[in-house]
């Protein structure tokens, strides 16, 4: 059972040329974006994405990452990034999976945690602000 709150999205990359390394695979710098075109997908499936963030008094820097590289991603593969909100409590915390759409199997695996930090005071926020338990639908 999925528990309130809990949201999902997938995004689909098709690897261009110029993500390459010299030798030919998605340099792994690229996967950072990649998850940012998931996150944003995720984000809006609860209408909080990034304007929204800021509208609300609230930006949300990402403060952590991991990526764990697991296979090769070529030139005009298709990769499915399937996002979660795996916590939002006191921070988000996100988890990724890409995967070749070809069956090759998985790509990487990643977390980001981000949190909220007050625009007008600059301070970092220990638990999230209501504005996202709001977005969510869920109670504290």
């Known amino acids: 059972m999925t528990p309130p709150g809990a949201r999902t999205a997938d995004a689909l990359i098709k690897v261009p040329f110029h993500d390459l390394d010299p030798a030919g695979i998605v340099w792994h710098g690229n996967y950072l974006r990649y998850l940012e075109i998931a996150r944003c997908a995720l984000l809006d499936t609860f209408d909080y994405n990034y304007d929204r963030m800021m509208a609300s008094g609230y930006a ?13 991603a070529r030139f005009g593969d298709v990769l499915r990034v399937h996002a979660r909100l795996a916590e939002w409590e006191h921070r988000l915390r996100i988890e990724y999976l890409v995967t070749n759409t070809a069956g090759e199997g998985r790509v990487c695996k990643a977390t980001t945690i981000q949190v909220a930090v007050h625009i007008p005071t600059g301070e970092m926020c220990v638990v999230s602000p209501d ?10």
């Open 60 to 72: 949300w820097p990402i403060i952590e990452q991991r990526v764990r590289h697991m296979g090769p």
């Open 131 to 140: 504005v996202l338990f709001e977005r969510l639908g869920v109670a504290r």
